[in-house]
């Protein structure tokens, strides 16, 4: 069973900086593509960031510069690193892992940048 688990959502103040973490089970890590997505109330979900099995990244416009993705093959984990947050990434984030074979996504984690 394959499971998607996020993590280090919460409240950060505008220029604030979170870090969300997403660890994967039940599935052979290493063959998927991960993703961080979100999606604000009322809006559609769009990606946020992307990386492929070898590493290469990209980026929603509204987040290059201030957002870095990563991952950890060894611990089945991808990371998402939000620096210079702003009122408009408040969103629930998503975890994505797609391959040939199929696509998974995780529970969500909110995250919420306010004064």
């Known amino acids: 069973q394959v499971q998607l688990v996020e993590s280090g959502g919460g409240l950060v103040q505008p220029g604030g900086s979170l870090r969300l973490s997403c660890a994967a089970s039940?599935?052979?890590?290493?063959?998927?593509?991960m993703g961080w997505y979100r999606q604000a109330p009322g809006k559609q979900r769009e990606l946020v960031a992307d990386?492929?099995?070898?590493?290469?990244?990209d980026y929603a416009d509204s987040v290059k510069g201030r957002f870095t993705i990563s991952r950890d093959n060894a611990k089945a984990t991808v990371a998402l690193q939000m620096n210079s947050l702003k009122a408009e990434d408040t969103a629930v984030y998503y975890c994505?892992?797609?391959?040939?074979?199929?696509?998974?996504w995780g529970q969500g984690t909110q995250v919420t940048v306010s004064s």
């Open positions: 990386i492929t099995r070898g590493g290469s990244t």
């Open positions: 994505k892992a797609r391959a040939y074979d199929g696509i998974y």
């Open positions: 039940g599935l052979t890590f290493g063959r998927y593509a």
